[in-house]
């Protein structure tokens, strides 16, 4: 079984960069589609983005879109997640997870979480 350990979370300011890395072990997460999702506080947990199992075809959610970037380097057995221009709305849980299928929302693995917060 597949094990996520994300890391790279922290405090920092509105309109800063971060990114997320996701530590998979394992030998066969090439194989999977995975995503991130993140929960704030008092909120449900939401997708963020996505990627297939090459590390292709990144979807994202619509209000995210244009500031974050998801990549997938098998060769590293990393799952990252790049976020520009970080707003407050930003703070949260951030969560990386392994699909079912590309594209679905089915997690069959979850990592631990790495925490986001965002300052004004």
């Known amino acids: 079984q597949v094990q996520l350990a994300e890391s790279g979370g922290g405090l920092v300011q509105a309109g800063d960069s971060l990114r997320l890395s996701c530590a998979a072990s394992?030998?066969?997460?090439?194989?999977?589609?995975m995503a991130w999702f993140r929960q704030a506080p008092g909120k449900e947990r939401e997708f963020v983005a996505g990627?297939?199992?090459?590390?292709?075809?990144?979807y994202y959610a619509d209000s995210m879109k244009d500031r974050f970037t998801v990549f997938k380097v098998n060769s590293e057995n990393t799952l990252y997640l790049h976020m520009n221009n970080l707003k407050p709305e930003d703070t949260a849980v951030y969560y990386c997870a392994i699909l079912s299928w590309y594209y679905t929302n089915e997690v069959t693995s979850w990592g631990q979480g790495t925490q986001v917060t965002v300052s004004s």
């Open positions: 394992g030998q066969t997460f090439g194989s999977y589609a």
């Open positions: 990627v297939n199992w090459s590390g292709g075809s990144p």
